[in-house]
C-alpha cells in the first residue's frame, strides 16, 4: 500500500509578494524485502527474502516566492502613431526544497555490502531492500536546492480602425523562460542544466512553441577512457553552456472547413428534451405557455420540428439529396537536436539533428465506407519509413476492416469481418499475411 500526504498553503508578503510552503509525505508499506550478500566463493550475489510487515516513507519540504513587475513603453512620436504601448511583464520565482538522504541506514530502506572487483580492490555497494517493490523506493541522497525563474511576456498595443475599441494587442513573445538550480547538499556539480522555453504566436491558430537544454559542465575522460562530465564550469573557462537537447514540432489540418467561408454552424447533438427540462436543477425550461402537464405533446412537437430542420439541412434547394463528403489531412513535423558522437580532440560532444515527418488522413465517401492512412518519411535514408492504410464498412448488423502496411520492413495485411452485438463477439472471420501467401515478417 502507498498514501502520500501533501500540504500546501498560499498567502502574500507585502502585498506584492506570494509565498508558497509546502509539506509532502510519501509513505509506503511492504510485505517483503530482499537482503543481498556477496557469495565469495561463487564470486556473486546472492539473495534473501524475508517476509514481514515493513513501513518505508519520505519526505521533503520546500518554499517558493513569486511576484509580478511590469514595465511599460511608450515610442517616441517620431516613429508614429500606429504603436500605442509596448508592455513588458516579468515573473521572477524563488524557490527552495530540502530533503534528507532517505539511503542512510537510519531510514531502513537501503543496505549494504562489500565485494572484491577484478582489480582485486574492495568495493562497497549500496542497495534496496525494497527495488522489487511496486511503488519503489525513496531516492537516495540528501538535497538542498534553490531554484530560480524568470518568465517574460511582450506585448504591443496598435491602432487599429477595424476594432469596435479602435486598438487590438498584439502577441511579440508569449511566454519566455528561462531556469536553472543550485543544490547546497551536492558535493560536486551543484548547477543543474539551464533550461528555456519559448512560445510564440505567428498567426492565428498556431503557435511556435520551443524548449532548450543547455550544459553548464565541462567534459572528461574516465580512466577506460569513458567520457563524463566533470566539475569544471564552462563559463569559467571562457565558454559559454553548450546547447545539449531541443526540439519543436508543427502540426496543422485540413478539412472540409478549411477553405469554406462562414461555414454553417453544426447540428446541436444534446438530447432532444434538454430545452425542456434541465436535468441539473429539475426546474422546467419550456416555452412559457408550457406546462409539465403537456410535456409529452411539447416533446413529440419538438420532435417533429427537429426532423423537419434536419431534413432540410439535407437536402439541396432542387430537393435533392446533399452529398457529404467528409475528409481530413493532418501533417506534421517534428526536428530536434541532441547530443550524437563524443569528439575527443574537442573533449566535448558533437550535436546531431533528426526531423520527422508524418501524415495522416481520412475519408468518408458515404455513411458506411470509411478509408483512413498513416505514414513517416525517414529524412536520415530518404524513403518512407512506415505506411499503414486501413478500410472500414458498416454493415448494420456486421461490421468489417482490412488494413495493410504496403512497404517497409513490415509488410502485411490483416482482414477482419465480426458481428457488432457483443453476445455474438465470437462470430467473425480473421485473415492474416503470412509466409504461405508470399508476404513474409521480417
Not at 69 to 90: A, E, S, T
Not at 150 to 160: G, I, P, S, T
Not at 229 to 239: D, F, M
Not at 250 to 263: A, E, K
Request: positive net charge; charged residues 20%; hydrophobic residues 30%.
Amino acid at each position: 500500500m502507498k498514501h502520500s500526504v501533501p500540504i500546501s498553503a498560499t498567502f502574500q508578503l507585502f502585498k506584492y509578494i506570494n509565498i508558497s510552503p509546502s509539506v509532502s509525505l510519501n509513505d509506503r508499506m511492504y510485505t517483503s524485502k530482499i537482503r543481498r550478500q556477496w557469495d565469495t566463493q561463487a564470486s556473486r550475489e546472492v539473495q534473501d527474502t524475508t517476509y514481514g510487515f515493513y513501513n518505508i516513507f519520505d519526505f521533503n519540504a520546500s518554499i517558493s516566492l513569486d511576484t509580478k513587475i511590469y514595465g511599460f513603453w511608450k515610442p517616441l512620436k517620431f516613429l508614429g502613431d500606429k504603436v500605442q504601448m509596448i508592455r513588458h511583464v516579468l515573473t521572477p520565482t524563488v524557490s527552495f526544497s530540502a530533503s534528507p538522504d532517505f539511503g542512510a541506514k537510519f531510514w531502513g530502506a537501503y543496505g549494504t555490502y562489500q565485494y572484491v572487483d577484478g582489480q582485486g580492490e574492495t568495493q562497497t555497494r549500496r542497495y534496496s531492500y525494497f527495488q522489487h517493490g511496486i511503488f519503489g523506493s525513496p531516492s537516495q541522497g540528501k538535497t538542498g536546492a534553490l531554484s530560480v525563474s524568470l518568465a517574460n511576456n511582450l506585448e504591443m498595443k496598435v491602432r487599429d480602425d477595424k476594432d469596435s475599441t479602435g486598438v487590438r494587442k498584439i502577441s511579440l513573445i508569449e511566454n519566455f523562460t528561462i531556469s536553472q538550480s543550485y543544490n547546497f547538499a551536492a558535493d560536486s556539480m551543484r548547477w543543474s542544466p539551464i533550461q528555456t522555453s519559448i512560445l510564440l504566436r505567428l498567426i492565428k491558430n498556431f503557435n511556435l512553441s520551443l524548449s532548450a537544454t543547455w550544459d553548464p559542465y565541462m567534459y572528461g575522460l574516465t580512466p577506460s577512457g569513458s567520457p563524463i562530465q566533470i566539475n569544471k564550469l564552462r563559463i569559467a573557462h571562457g565558454k559559454f553552456p553548450k546547447l545539449s537537447s531541443t526540439g519543436t514540432s508543427f502540426s496543422y489540418t485540413f478539412n472540409n472547413d478549411t477553405f469554406r467561408r462562414g461555414g454553417k454552424a453544426g447540428n446541436n447533438t444534446a438530447d432532444e428534451n434538454d430545452d425542456i427540462w434541465d436535468d441539473d436543477t429539475g426546474d422546467w425550461n419550456g416555452e412559457e405557455n408550457d406546462t409539465p402537464e403537456n410535456f409529452a405533446e411539447v416533446a413529440a412537437m419538438k420532435r417533429s420540428k427537429n426532423r423537419k430542420e434536419d431534413e432540410e439541412d439535407s437536402s439541396d434547394a432542387d430537393g435533392y439529396a446533399k452529398w457529404n463528403f467528409p475528409w481530413s489531412l493532418t501533417f506534421n513535423y517534428s526536428v530536434n537536436y541532441g547530443y550524437g558522437s563524443f569528439n575527443y580532440d574537442k573533449m566535448d560532444y558533437n550535436g546531431k539533428w533528426t526531423q520527422n515527418l508524418s501524415v495522416s488522413g481520412s475519408v468518408r465517401p458515404s455513411k458506411g465506407w470509411n478509408f483512413s492512412f498513416s505514414a513517416s518519411y525517414n529524412f536520415d535514408q530518404h524513403k518512407i519509413a512506415y505506411m499503414n492504410c486501413s478500410i472500414s464498412r458498416d454493415l448494420h448488423c456486421f461490421t468489417m476492416t482490412a488494413s495493410f502496411v504496403p512497404v517497409g520492413p513490415y509488410k502485411s495485411y490483416n482482414f477482419h469481418i465480426a458481428v457488432k452485438s457483443s453476445l455474438l463477439k465470437d462470430l467473425k472471420y480473421d485473415k492474416r499475411s503470412s509466409r504461405s501467401n508470399g508476404i513474409r515478417w521480417y
